[in-house]
């Protein structure tokens, strides 16, 4: 099978739905002619014409509103926050209005939007270009959060969110774009949202993470099997819905969980996810830890930023100290 | 309830009667409100829109059925202007099952897209976005949308966004400013630079128009020309309608800031007073005027004694999901 680059993945999911369904459209700043920033867009404007994807002025708030006002009256807005940081400006027809008007108009209507942004640490961009904003919308009921950690798991799972009749906050981690891996199976080229995979098997321990810290987590997972320790690794897809069955089971089997989280711990999804797992299987629970970076705003300076994130090796490193084995 | 129709359709005097009613309508059911509120049957706040009613008839006089139309925190004369059938209105004020969104939206959020009501904005300019986005949509549709909102939104970030936005795409949307003189408590002068919310339409390239919103007449004219021109394709159109609310901000403000003058003042100017002097100027029957006024009222009447008889939702009963499948 061919090699698809991240990048050329999301292009390829929003041609093949804007090509599918007339009702699609792609609006955002500098997606049409430019576009993207992380080039991630390009060729979509020529190919579907101003109607179905355009530029925008920099009106976050703006547009979050129109993706929410064209979504409850036909259409099935697809639109680009740049970065996920600049969600913040967004927040109030999601939170407000999106998420809340399928059960508070009593199911009258639909909110079939998607909200894509680049999301992540490790570009060396600063505080306040390199958030993952995904835990900002933890708890807001009626909102769906999608974090892809492959090209075929971002084909599939946009794909799966455009045709997600809800409201889906979609995270694309920058580091990804330039990743290239097999194109999706058959039956996967379109991932409903809300179920979890088991990324590669294991039986002492499971490392569940999302995003970019899925291919951390199989490249420590390769290093620890190296040296007999035979790690489980989930990919949760979605941070809401949170696929708990998925993890239960797996720790059903290994007994122990790591919780690997780009962002700080508290309030984040891992804590969320031990909290879970704890409630509802505790009884299959030898060991459950998180790995999250420090309560502090993401560094600039790439030795602190290397520092303050979970990498591959600190995952291996942090395993092996949990479990008492030396490399 | 049979949105408004346009003098075209049934003649100016059948139209500005049909009219004239549904705003004795909106009168006598925020008065309704008002005592089942005092009564306890009315929960949390409303805010009333007694005083503003020929801004929302005006309006919605103009518009198709089909078309969109956002309202605010202070929406019942919205959604019943725009044709919500004021008994689930009344019921969904009253927490009860047969509102029209089950009870679980309440005076500031109703929903009613069966008439094209999109949503009432219990955050102040959300009602500018979601016809903004209801533009994109009626756009492709031949359809137009409106926003109603007050003084105290024009100064959201969401007026500015998407005034810009409507005019850069040409969108066929209508923002209606109601200018009750008042965000809240704070007089427009306290918090309005420039005091002049039609004039900032300028800086988008966008027609605006000053208009009596105490007057049907006007303000169904200035409508009527700003949906042609959003139908005919020629973009967006700023409506400043100045008015006055006849109650306070919400049912916790009684007003205490605004003169007895003033309030006098405003009184006089009444909309349905004057709307029903031009009716009889204009040669309608009074017999007429008071038969439809009759009617209003008993059908009123049975609303708030159906909706006080319905049921409130059974928590055990309700099949609320998270999710649309």
């Known amino acids: 099978m061919s090699d698809l680059e991240f990048r050329v993945a999301i ?34 404007a020529g190919r579907f014409g101003p109607d179905r994807v355009f530029d925008t002025p920099i009106s976050e708030l703006a547009l979050a509103g129109a993706a929410y006002g064209a979504a409850v009256t036909g259409l099935r807005p697809v639109f680009e926050v740049m970065f996920g940081d600049f969600m913040a400006l967004a927040m109030d027809s999601l939170v407000n209005q999106a998420a809340k008007f399928w059960y508070i108009s009593r199911e009258q209507g639909t909110v079939p939007l998607v909200v894509r942004s680049a999301v992540g640490a490790g570009g060396r961009f600063g505080a306040i270009h390199s958030q993952t904003h995904g835990t900002w919308f933890q708890g807001i009921p009626g909102l769906k959060i999608a974090f892809p950690s492959s090209p075929a798991e971002a084909k599939g799972l946009l794909k799966g969110a455009i045709r997600d009749d809800n409201p889906v906050v979609f995270l694309e981690h920058k580091r990804l774009y330039s990743v290239t891996g097999p194109a999706p199976e058959p039956d996967q080229e379109v991932i409903a949202l809300g179920q979890a995979r088991v990324a590669r098997a294991g039986d002492d321990l499971t490392v569940v993470s999302v995003g970019k810290g899925v291919p951390d987590a199989l490249a420590a997972a390769d290093a620890l099997a190296g040296e007999g320790i035979s790690a489980e690794v989930v990919d949760l897809r979605t941070l809401r819905p949170l696929d708990l069955a998925t993890v239960l089971d797996s720790v059903a089997r290994t007994n122990r969980l790591l919780a690997v989280e780009e962002g700080p711990r508290t309030g984040g999804w891992a804590t969320g996810l031990l909290g879970a797992v704890a409630e509802a299987g505790l009884h299959d629970l030898d060991d459950a830890w998180i790995l999250a970076t420090d309560e502090t705003p993401i560094p600039y300076s790439p030795s602190l930023e290397d520092a303050f994130l979970p990498d591959a090796d600190a995952i291996a490193t942090s395993v092996r100290s949990r479990l008492g084995v030396t490399a | 309830m049979a949105s408004l129709q346009s003098a075209e359709q049934v003649g100016t005097a059948r139209a500005y009667l049909e009219a004239y009613a549904r705003m004795r309508l909106i009168r006598e059911f925020e008065a309704a409100m008002h005592r089942l509120f005092l009564r306890g049957e009315v929960h949390g706040t409303t805010h009333l829109y007694a005083g503003q009613e020929a801004v929302a008839v005006g309006v919605c006089m103009a518009l198709d059925a089909e078309d969109y139309v956002a309202g605010t925190y202070r929406g019942h004369g919205h959604a019943l202007a725009k044709g919500t059938d004021p008994e689930p209105l009344l019921a969904e004020m009253l927490g009860r099952a047969t509102g029209v969104c089950g009870g679980r939206a309440g005076s500031m959020n109703v929903i009613d897209l069966a008439h094209g009501l999109v949503g009432c904005y219990g955050i102040v300019g959300g009602s500018i976005a979601a016809a903004l986005g209801a533009g994109l949509s009626a756009q492709r549709q031949g359809r137009v949308s409106v926003a109603f909102f007050g003084d105290g939104a024009a100064n959201q970030a969401y007026f500015h966004e998407c005034l810009n936005m409507a005019s850069v795409k040409r969108l066929p949307v209508v923002f209606v400013c109601e200018n009750n003189l008042y965000a809240e408590f704070t007089p427009m002068a306290e918090a309005t630079a420039g005091a002049d919310i ?105 609303a708030v004694e159906n909706a006080l008889a319905a049921p409130y939702p059974d928590p055990a009963a309700d099949r609320a999901t998270e999710y649309s499948a």
């Open chain 1, 11 to 44: 292009r390829d999911a929003l041609a093949e739905e804007l090509e599918r369904d007339p009702s699609v459209v792609f609006f955002g700043e500098d997606v049409a002619v430019a576009g993207g920033v992380f080039k991630a867009t390009p060729d979509l």
């Open chain 2, 198 to 302: 039609a004039a900032r339409a300028a800086a988008y390239a966008m027609p605006s128009a000053v208009v009596d919103g105490n007057d049907l007449w006007a303000v169904r004219a200035a409508a009527a020309e700003a949906v042609g021109r959003a139908r005919s394709g020629e973009g967006p159109t700023l409506l400043e309608c100045q008015t006055y609310r006849h109650y306070g901000h919400s049912k916790s403000d009684p007003a205490p800031y605004r003169t007895k003058e003033e309030l006098e003042r405003w009184r006089e100017r009444d909309p349905l007073i004057g709307a029903r002097h031009r009716l009889l100027a204009e040669g309608v029957a009074e017999e007429e005027i008071t038969a439809v006024e009759q009617s209003t009222t008993a059908a009123l009447d049975q």
